[in-house]
Every structure is written in structure tokens, then in C-alpha cells.
């Protein structure tokens, strides 16, 4: 049976963090179901937050400032110490980058440039014109190879094991070959992504289904906040290609279809810089109201900004609106409508990126620290990922350099590999029966519908219902093809099992959740209730089925007043 120390999940830029912190004298692995290059950090376009202070508008800024609009865009919601961390560990880490070759935008004398985004006091946001994640993706792409970390391409890991409270290993698909087989490991790393893909409209590319998160809530790990679903405010109307803050970092312009920069209505001093909780809801009730165009959009405007600046610091959204709308902003304002982006909550972990089981780590957006409370600020997600990956491959070799040698789990893990065998052969077995892309696009429109930007409690409990409607219709679906190499029916089959399961973990505690706060609007109850709900959601697969529980956020020196942008 395969062995590895440390088995990373996940060759993002979280995962490849913490593959390149592990110790070099253990024996680790990366495992990701599509090339790591392909993985969705590569599509990050706006920046990464470090208060640098290079930027002349925010030369005074320090992490402390930083740590503070991080809690302040939570809604109250991030555990304070854990921001604080991040923010403090953000300028070594860009500095870090840098120096492995990152090639970030420049001021004219050669510090790295900063732009504004949103949330933020002062702009603190590093970038490489409008291609952020490409570079670093990269970069860390390349140490790895430099480093020879073990890659395991196209698998795609169908479960975690555990047994006593001890991780064991994980059971893979080998695309490739068609095989399933356990894998043994003394520490796994899930780097897993986010789910955006239970969405209907979604920036996330095609591959995010979540099915870490759904896996490790399987193997009873709880899933920590999980009602917080960011939407963001600019994504290319009907293609949902996210337009990335930094297009209103540069000074771009929400307007609506009386010229109006309606923004000024909802956040006066902020404007189109607010969170994108704020500016996303802006944006649907000025369509609701009959101010959008064609009842379904509102514009970006660039146009102001010039040819030059256009070209040089967004050149990606400029050949996106080319390319997918067949306009050029230099001269033509962009369609935009909210859609969903990214995901708060995620596996409940801890600031050294541990869960409850122990050997058992998980850090990026799959992970829930919690950062980024009821609403993250752009550029937070990036340093996320570097900075508890780094965390995350740390601990998971102190684990193991101070953990004993496990023996005897083999027939664990074969007995494992073996259930997931004979669910396939049952799928494989049936003539006809459900197609799971039917499944997933009903799934997909009712979180669209009902668990959306607005929420009510009769939306929210006739959801619930619809899922568990197609649980039951999940249960008689089959294969058509019966090669499982590459077989994309299958891997779909194997990941919608885990998106019924966050569509009803999100959906139950958004129903539970009487109060709105950060992304999670509630039309029945608009106010924040720090009395009642200044706490986390923890939702655990107990007895066959979820059970909701919460725990307290960790409140340092900043106590919660109203958000005023
Ligand atoms: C369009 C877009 C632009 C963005 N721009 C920014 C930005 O400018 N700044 C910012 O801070 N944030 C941005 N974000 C958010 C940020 O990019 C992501 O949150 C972050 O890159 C996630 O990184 P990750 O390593 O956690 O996961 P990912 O990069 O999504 O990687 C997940 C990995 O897990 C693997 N995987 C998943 N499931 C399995 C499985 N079951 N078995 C095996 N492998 C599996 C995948 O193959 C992949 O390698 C953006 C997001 C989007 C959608």
C-alpha cells in the first residue's frame, strides 16, 4: 500500500505552501484532481493584502491597521487573534514571495505597487497587473518542481479514514487508470478549494465542487460557518467571469441606467470601495428597482480611466470583455451582476490549521480559521492561502516528528477502498436511472434561488426540502458510460454526494441563523443580534445525519460597534 508522511490534498496555492513548509526529511505528496497549474488560485486577479506602505495614499499603514478592517469587514464575526496573525505575518510573507521570484507590479523606483480595494482604509492590496494568482501559482509551482515534491495528478480523493479520532489516510480515483485505491499517511493536508460550483452564477471555475469540505464533515469533522457564501459584486453579466476589484481599486465606477454612480446611497464615504457584501446588495436592489439595464445588470465604468492605465494594470479584464462580451472598456462600460465567489466557512480548524482529528489539518478556502468571519475583503483570500498553508505543512511535521509509527490500519483503509468500490459497481450496475447533470443543475438553481444574496425563512425551509428531495433522487442514479477511465460521470457522481451535503449544511444554518450579518442577509430579520448570534455555526455528521452546535468568537481589543463605510 502507497505510504506518505504528510499526503497534501489539493494543488492550489494552499496546498503547494504547505507541500514546499513541510520538511524536506519527511516523505510528502501532493494529490489534486487536475493539473496543480490548473488548479482555481490560478484565476486570482486583483492582488494580496500586505500593509507595506509603499503606496503614497497609505505610507503610515501597518498590520495592525490591517488586522482591524480584516475584523471590521468579518462583520465581527473573524476570531481576532487568528487576524491579527495573518495581518502580521503579511509583510514577511510578500517580502518572501518576492524574493522567490514573484514578479509583482512596480511604483517607479521599484517597490512593489499597492492599489486600493475594498474595505480597505488605505490601499494595501500587492499586485501583478490583474493576473495575481497566475504569478504566484506559478512561482510556487516551480520551487515545488525545484524542491521535487511528489505530485499525484488527476486523483481525485473520494474519502478521508478515520478511526478513534485518528486520521489513517485517504481513499483515491486514479482517473487515469480507473483504479481506487487507499492511501496510507500519517498526517494529511486538505488544501481542497471552495464549492462555488453548488451555485448557479459563480466565478469559481468548473472544478470547485467542494468535495474536500464534504469529506472531511463525512469523516466527522465540523463545518464551521458555513451560511457565509460571498457573493461579489462584479461578474461579466451572463458568463459570470469575475471583473476583479481592482477595476474599482483603479477608480472604475458602478452606474446605473440614469447615469447615477448610485453607490453614493448606500455608502457614502466608501462608495464603490465598501465590502462586497455591501456592494453586492447595492447592486441587486438597484436591478430589483427597475435602475438596471435590461432588468438584469448595471454598468462598470472604466472609461475614464484611459487607454494606457486600462492596458497596463487590467489587461486580463480587457481581453475578458473582448473576448466574452465583444466589448472593449476603453471605450464601453462593462455589464455586471453579484455572483457567487467564495466561501467564509469551511472545515472548523484552528490557527495552527489542526481539526479535531487528530493528524488532520486543512488550510485555504476549504478551512474555516476563521479570517474572514461573515465577509472576507478582497485580497485577504491569497494571503490566506500562503500564509496557513506555510502553518499548515509546519505543524503536520511536528505532528508527525512527535507521533508514533502507526501500524496495523491496513485493513482499515482496504476495507475503505473497498466501500467506495462497490458504491461504483452499484452506480455501474443499473440500466437507467437519474442523470447526476440533472441533479446538479436542479441543485444549483434552488441554492441560486433560495439561498441567494437576499434569504427569508420560507425560501430557506423549502430548500432544506428540495434537497432532501434530491437526495432521494441522487440515490437512484447510475452510469452511462462504463469505462472509469476519466470518466467524468463518475467523478461528478462521487463529488455531488458532498454538494447535497454543504448545499444543506449551508442551507440549515441560514435558516438557524436569525439575524443578518456580513454576506448573510435575512429579508425577516435585516439587524445584526450580537446578543444572540455573535457566535459560530458548527454543524457535524452525528448519527447519520447534521447537528447544529456553536461556539464563541474570539474577541480581542476590538469590540463590535455598527459597520459605517
Ligand atoms: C475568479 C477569482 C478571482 C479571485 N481573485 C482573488 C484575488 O485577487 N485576491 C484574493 O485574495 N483572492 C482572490 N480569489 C479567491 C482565491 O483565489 C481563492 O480563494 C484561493 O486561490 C483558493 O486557493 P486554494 O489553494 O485554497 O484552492 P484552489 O486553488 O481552488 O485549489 C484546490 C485544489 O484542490 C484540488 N482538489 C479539490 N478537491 C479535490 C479532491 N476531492 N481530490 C483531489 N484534489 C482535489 C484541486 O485539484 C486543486 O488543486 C479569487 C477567486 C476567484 C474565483
Given at each position: 500500500m502507497m505510504y506518505q508522511d504528510i499526503l497534501v490534498v489539493g494543488g492550489g496555492l494552499a496546498g503547494l505552501a504547505a507541500a514546499l513548509s513541510s520538511d524536506p526529511h519527511l516523505k510528502v505528496a501532493v494529490i489534486s484532481k487536475v493539473h496543480p497549474l490548473r488548479s482555481h488560485s490560478v484565476a486570482a486577479q486583483g492582488g494580496i493584502n500586505a500593509a507595506l506602505g509603499n503606496n503614497p495614499d497609505g505610507k503610515d499603514d501597518n498590520w495592525k491597521k490591517h488586522a482591524f478592517d480584516t475584523i471590521k469587514g468579518s462583520d465581527y464575526l473573524a476570531d481576532q487573534d487568528a487576524a491579527e496573525l495573518m495581518c502580521e505575518k503579511a509583510i514577511s510573507t510578500i517580502y518572501e514571495l518576492e524574493h522567490l521570484g514573484v514578479p509583482f507590479s512596480r511604483f517607479p523606483g521599484g517597490v512593489i505597487a499597492q492599489r486600493p480595494f475594498g474595505g480597505a482604509g488605505v490601499p494595501r492590496t500587492c499586485y501583478a497587473a490583474d493576473r495575481t494568482g497566475l504569478v504566484l501559482l506559478h512561482t510556487l509551482f516551480e520551487h515545488s518542481i525545484r524542491k521535487r515534491v511528489k505530485f499525484y495528478n488527476e486523483w481525485l480523493v473520494t474519502r478521508l479514514v478515520v478511526k478513534d479520532g485518528k486520521c489513517l489516510g485517504v481513499v483515491v480515483y486514479d482517473l487515469a487508470t480507473g483504479q481506487i485505491m487507499p492511501i496510507k499517511a500519517r498526517a494529511v493536508i486538505f488544501a481542497t478549494g471552495g464549492y462555488g460550483r453548488v451555485y448557479l452564477r459563480t466565478t469559481n471555475s468548473f472544478i470547485n465542487h467542494g468535495s474536500g469540505i464534504g469529506i472531511a464533515y463525512r469523516a466527522g469533522v465540523p463545518l464551521k460557518d458555513m451560511e457565509f457564501v460571498q457573493f461579489h459584486p462584479?461578474?461579466?453579466?451572463?458568463?459570470?467571469i469575475l471583473i476583479t476589484e481592482g477595476a474599482r481599486g483603479e477608480g472604475g465606477h458602478l452606474v446605473n441606467n440614469e447615469g447615477k454612480r448610485f453607490m453614493a446611497d448606500y455608502a457614502p464615504s466608501a462608495m464603490e470601495l465598501a465590502p462586497r457584501d455591501i456592494v453586492a446588495r447595492a447592486i441587486q436592489i438597484e436591478i430589483d428597482k427597475g435602475n438596471g439595464f435590461e432588468n438584469q445588470y448595471v454598468h462598470l465604468d472604466l472609461k475614464h480611466l484611459g487607454e494606457a492605465k486600462i492596458k497596463k494594470r487590467l489587461p486580463g479584464i480587457r481581453e475578458i470583455c473582448i473576448d466574452f462580451a465583444g466589448i472593449d472598456p476603453i471605450d464601453t462600460p462593462i455589464p455586471i451582476q453579484p455572483a457567487q465567489h467564495y466561501s467564509m466557512g469551511g472545515i472548523d480548524v484552528n490557527a495552527k490549521c489542526s481539526s479535531c482529528v487528530e493528524g488532520f489539518f486543512a488550510a485555504g478556502e476549504c478551512a474555516c480559521v476563521s479570517i474572514h468571519g461573515a465577509n472576507r475583503l478582497g485580497g485577504n483570500s491569497l494571503l490566506d492561502t500562503v500564509v496557513f498553508g506555510r502553518i499548515a505543512g509546519e505543524e503536520a511535521s511536528n505532528y508527525v516528528k512527535g507521533s508514533e509509527v502507526m501500524d496495523g490500519n491496513d485493513k482499515i483503509l482496504l476495507e475503505e477502498a473497498l466501500g467506495v468500490k462497490r458504491g461504483i459497481e452499484e452506480w455501474g450496475k443499473k440500466d437507467s436511472g437519474e442523470k447526476v447533470h440533472l441533479l446538479l443543475n436542479r441543485l444549483k438553481v434552488i441554492m441560486s434561488e433560495k439561498v441567494g444574496l437576499f434569504r427569508n425563512k420560507k425560501d430557506l425551509a423549502e430548500a432544506l426540502e428540495n434537497i432532501s428531495e434530491l437526495r432521494e433522487d441522487y440515490k437512484r442514479v447510475h452510469i452511462s458510460g462504463k469505462c472509469l477511465r476519466y470518466s467524468q460521470e463518475l467523478v461528478n457522481i462521487i463529488e455531488f454526494d458532498s454538494m447535497l451535503d454543504l448545499a444543506e449544511v449551508i442551507t440549515s444554518g441560514a435558516l438557524k441563523r436569525e439575524e443578518t450579518r456580513g454576506s448573510h442577509f435575512r429579508l425577516d430579520f435585516k439587524e445584526r443580534n450580537d446578543k444572540d448570534w455573535l457566535k459560530h455555526t458548527l454543524v457535524t455528521w452525528r448519527e447519520d445525519k447534521p447537528q447544529i452546535t456553536y461556539k464563541d468568537v474570539k474577541i480581542g481589543k476590538y469590540k463590535p460597534v455598527e459597520r459605517k463605510y
Open positions: 462584479t461578474s461579466l453579466f451572463g458568463k459570470n
